[in-house]
Nanobody, 119 residues
Framework: QVQLVESGGGLVQPGGSLRLSCAAS????????MKWYRQGPGKERELVAA???????TYPDSVKGRFTISRDNAKNTVYLQMNSLKPEDTAAYYC?????????????WGQGTQVTVSS
């Protein structure tokens, strides 16, 4: 069955770094765009990074220059390197896989991993 399993979250001090991983199985990973979303306390879920099947990346201004998304198709894994972390980056981070065809959209979500930025 389809699985997206995130790991790498935890507690980090402001200015620190974390690398999140999302291991995928059960679908054709290389054909999917992969995204990282986050949802902070009392906030709506927001997109923080996306990488297309071809490797193109997109970031919102709030994380541009600090976060880097990458993918390893041989390992069916997508990563999110987070540097210069701020308290406002505290959130549950979710991995998302998306493939849109003419007739149907395939979308899968992971269970999330918590990132807490605090001194």
């Amino acid at each position: 069955q389809v699985q997206l399993v995130e790991s790498g979250g935890g507690l980090v001090q402001p200015g620190g770094s974390l690398r999140l991983s999302c291991a995928a199985s059960g679908f054709a990973f290389s054909s999917y765009a992969m995204k990282w979303y986050r949802q902070g306390p009392g906030k709506e879920r927001e997109l923080v990074a996306a990488i297309s099947s071809a490797g193109s990346t997109t970031y919102p201004d709030s994380v541009k220059g600090r976060f880097t998304i990458s993918r390893d198709n041989a390992k069916n894994t997508v990563y999110l390197q987070m540097n210069s972390l701020k308290p406002e980056d505290t959130a549950a981070y979710y991995c998302n896989a998306l493939r849109v065809t003419v007739f149907i959209q395939y979308e899968y979500w992971g269970q999330g991993t918590q990132v807490t930025v605090s001194s």
